[in-house]
């Protein structure tokens, strides 16, 4: 069986958590960075990969949706679906994996009283790979609108719409593509 594990790593001028996976999904200047992925073929877990915006829709992913045994699995799915069905798919031509073959790690962590976060579940089961917390850091600031005058300290109005290049932008993501050079935790072991 074919099982494609997943993370996407979006931004926007919208706040997540103020107005939920739903309308942030929808808001025309959300958009995904990356996304991760890494599929498990019959136990056999591959390589870990990355997809950025540019790059040709994954095969991975048009192979899972054209075999109707695959399952696809992400942690807090109800995130990642609305990504990918909002973004991915209209603007990026992923394919749309039927919402039958979706399985959301993170309720299964939850069904066990494990914690919500992905980091709180995998200390809950002694997993020793965890989040880096300054990769989190890292993630986080890529993910939000800088502002003008930020790298300096100056006080300005916030700037809607797709990150700047600017040159902390710039180290922060060079940082990022440095700390993730290594496989992150596989998921497996908490669903």
């Known amino acids: 069986m074919r099982v494609l594990y997943f993370d996407t790593e979006t931004y926007s001028a919208i706040d997540l958590v103020k107005v939920g996976a739903y309308l ?21 877990r591959g390589t870990i990969k990355v997809w950025r915006q540019g790059d040709p829709v994954p095969q991975e992913f048009i192979d899972v949706a054209n075999d109707p045994s695959a399952l696809v699995k992400t942690y807090n799915d ?30 299964a962590a939850l069904s066990r009283a494990l914690p919500a976060s992905l980091d709180g ?12 917390p300054k990769g989190i850091a890292m993630m986080k600031r890529l993910s939000k609108p800088r502002t003008s005058g930020q790298e300096t300290g100056e006080k300005c109005r916030r700037i809607e719409g797709k990150p700047h ?22 998921p497996a072991g908490i669903d």
């Open 24 to 44: 942030y999904s929808r808001h025309e200047i959300t958009d995904v960075r990356l996304v991760t992925y890494c599929l498990v073929i019959d136990g056999v």
């Open 78 to 107: 109800a995130f990642d679906r609305q990504i990918q069905e909002q973004i991915l798919t209209p603007r990026y031509s992923f394919p749309t994996i039927p919402i039958a073959r979706r399985r959301c790690v993170q309720a």
């Open 121 to 132: 579940a995998a200390g809950a089961l002694g997993i020793p790979v965890r989040k880096d």
């Open 165 to 186: 290049a600017t040159p902390v932008i710039r180290l922060v993501w060079a940082r990022f593509r440095q700390r993730t050079s290594s496989p992150p935790s596989d």
